[in-house]
């Protein structure tokens, strides 16, 4: 009776880590999907600094001419 129920205990751990490990994963993927979404609004307002600057260089450009 001990060998059962020291599998049953086992596989009840097994289960338990998998979950815990799976919900740390979950919890960390969560955490990559609001940094890529923090980084790619600092992307879109670099480019959009870099095309206001442009814009400003061109000008600045013609009206030297």
């Known amino acids: 009776m001990f060998w059962p129920m020291l599998a049953i205990a086992l596989g009840f751990l097994g289960i338990a880590v998998l979950g815990l490990l799976g919900i740390r ?3 960390e993927a969560q955490r990559l999907g609001r940094q890529v979404a ?5 992307i879109h307002q670099a480019a959009e600094d870099l095309e206001r600057a442009a814009t400003d260089l061109t000008r ?3 009206a030297l001419r």
């Not at 923090?38 to 600092?42: D, K, Q």
């Open 25 to 27: 994963v979950f919890l």
């Open 60 to 62: 600045t450009g013609q």
């Open 38 to 42: 923090h980084t790619t609004e600092r």
